[in-house]
Structures are given as structure tokens and as C-alpha cells.
């Protein structure tokens, strides 16, 4: 070929995927990605939308991992002190060391659905963050805060 290309073939994509795609995953799960593969998915999905042909399209992609990962890793870390913040500003909504009042709280907690038992459990006895909560119960993050959130009120209202 005479001409100078100026995207990234298909060819070269299929090559890059089937020769560096483990390798990418690796170098994607050395920055503690829980979803390496879909981080790597997203940045071959970048380059194909690139107007030009990077000059070296598996450092282009390694580049673009390590962005991405210290994006999220900045980003989980904004949330969980805003996460934190946000519990420091909210009340006990039962004295750990009352006995009595545990052991209603804890006949109460046995009311709630298993879904939001779970979720309550989940966030205030194993510290799990809703991000964490969400993925390990399969649905989104807002759907957790909202069942938490319910829960809690419930809880309330059975207590008082």
C-alpha cells in the first residue's frame, strides 16, 4: 500500500484483539479493576472512533487503560468520602450498647423483606459501600440507596 491510512483498519483491530486482548486485561487488573475486561472493551472501542491511526495502537491502548483506571480510581475515592461524610452527618438510629433496644432492632430487621435485610446488613454491619452493594446484588447503584433508604425509614417507624 503506496497510501498513508489514516484510521485503524479492521484487520488491525482483530489483530491487536486477538494477539494483545490478555495481555490489555492484565495490564487493566494491575490498577485493581474489578471489570478489567469492560475497561479494555471501552478503550478499543475508542480507538475505533479514532479519526487518525495512532502510531503505536497498543501503547495508545495501554494509555488509554491506565487513564480510565486512575479516572475510576479517583472517582471511587470522591464516593467513598463523600459516602463517609454523609454517615458521619446522619444519627445513630440505635444505641449499639442497649441490649434490649439490639434485640428489638434486631427482631425488627428479621421483619424486612430478605431483599432490603440484606442490603441494611450489607451496609451497616459489613461496611460494604453501594457501589459494592449494587454489584453484588445485581442492580443498579440507585435501586440500593432507595431499598436502604426505605429500609431505614421502616425501621424507624417500627422502633419508635
Not at 480510581?73 to 450498647?97: C, I, L, M, N, Y
Not at 428479621?110 to 452493594?133: G, H, K, T
Request: charged share 30%.
Amino acid at each position: 500500500m503506496g497510501s498513508k491510512q489514516s484510521f485503524l483498519s479492521a484487520e488491525e483491530l482483530v489483530g491487536i484483539v486477538d494477539k494483545r486482548f490478555p495481555a490489555l486485561v492484565l495490564y487493566a487488573r494491575s490498577w485493581n479493576i474489578n471489570a478489567a475486561e469492560d475497561l479494555v472493551q471501552e478503550a478499543l472501542m475508542k480507538l475505533v472512533k479514532q479519526p487518525k491511526r495512532p502510531v503505536n495502537p497498543e501503547a495508545w491502548l495501554c494509555k488509554t487503560i491506565r487513564n480510565a483506571a486512575v479516572s475510576r480510581h479517583r472517582k471511587s475515592e470522591r464516593q467513598k468520602k463523600h459516602e463517609t461524610e454523609a454517615a458521619r452527618q446522619k444519627p445513630d438510629w440505635f444505641v449499639p450498647g442497649d441490649s434490649l433496644l439490639a434485640k428489638e432492632a434486631a427482631e425488627k430487621l428479621a421483619e424486612l423483606s430478605a431483599e432490603r435485610r440484606e442490603i441494611v446488613v450489607l451496609r451497616i454491619w459489613n461496611q460494604l459501600s453501594f457501589d459494592e452493594i449494587a454489584e453484588l446484588v445485581g442492580m443498579p447503584k440507585t435501586n440500593v440507596f432507595r431499598k436502604y433508604s426505605e429500609a431505614l425509614a421502616e425501621l424507624r417507624r417500627r422502633l419508635t
